[in-house]
């Protein structure tokens, strides 16, 4: 599975962005999907995660209410919606993929469940 994410780019506070990721190499629809990003000398973090539906959704906390996370399996592509950013929301975001079966139709916010990672994408904040 190959991710390409992108959209990122510099943004006042409280100002939106839309990322992307396009899969390609497995039917979109057997992905579970997730979004992590990592800020200077910090650690990996969980952001997002969808099911493969898209019937399941999950957020970290900081987050829920700002940012929506969603997928288009005609298209092979998911989103993240980003809205009232802060700056502490500054980081590179990646787009993460897990192959499962359609029975699996839930979701997961721990990074070492997701095998396949895109080059991520910059999201700078100012204040």
């Known amino acids: 599975v190959q991710l390409q994410a992108s959209g990122g780019g510099l943004v006042q506070a409280g100002g939106s962005l839309r990322l992307s990721c396009t899969a390609s190499?497995?039917?979109?629809?057997?992905?579970?999907m997730g979004w992590f990003r990592q800020a200077p000398g910090r650690e990996r973090e969980f952001v997002a995660a969808?099911?493969?539906?898209?019937?399941?959704?999950d957020y970290r906390d900081s987050v829920k209410g700002r940012f929506t996370i969603s997928r288009d399996n005609r298209k092979n592509t998911l989103y993240l919606q980003m809205s009232v950013l802060k700056p502490e929301d500054t980081a590179i975001y990646y787009c993460a993929a897990k192959l499962v079966d359609y029975s699996d139709d839930y979701t997961t916010n721990w990074d070492f469940d997701y095998a396949f990672w895109g080059q991520g994408t910059q999201v700078t904040v100012s204040s």
């Open positions: 969808i099911s493969w539906s898209g019937g399941s959704t």
């Open positions: 190499g497995r039917t979109f629809s057997s992905l579970r």
